[in-house]
């Protein structure tokens, strides 16, 4: 038995860039966004942070070569490269990100209220959120 969900997307002359989800079961879902593979459960949360209306080329694809970086960081099965295709009025983009290029997740972030934090303070208060 094979099983898939699918990610369509595509440009349309009359109502512009469209994507869809396809998951499991077959409900067809028009989205905002869509994310599939196996690291894709490491990014929702990060992406309903991240994503915002209305970026421009270039914001969504520095967003979306951050995010693939991250799934790869944290899933051993999502590869070490980003490809990207940008689907618009002008056509179809492809690029490259080789692996020594993406950031590196435990460089970048910078940890907040962190228990080594804590502990390096002094002050070993509870964390309340």
């Known amino acids: ?34 994310i599939g593979g ?18 421009t080329k270039e914001e969504a694809e520095k967003l979306v070569v951050k995010a693939v970086s991250l799934a790869i960081a944290r899933d051993g099965a999502s590869g070490g490269v980003v490809r990207t295709v940008t689907i618009n009025s002008e056509g179809v983009e492809r690029k490259f990100f080789p692996g020594d290029t993406l950031p590196l997740w435990h460089e970048e972030i910078e940890a907040h209220e962190s228990l080594l934090d804590i ?7 509870p964390m309340v959120g």
């Open 119 to 125: 502990l390096a303070a002094g002050n070993p208060e």
């Open 38 to 55: 196996s690291g894709s459960s490491y990014l929702y949360g990060f992406f309903d942070q991240a994503w915002e209306e209305g970026m």
């Open 1 to 34: 038995m094979l099983q898939t969900g699918l990610i369509v997307g595509g440009w349309d002359k009359h109502e512009g860039g469209k994507i869809y989800g396809i998951p499991l079961g077959g409900t067809l879902l028009e989205l905002p966004f869509a």
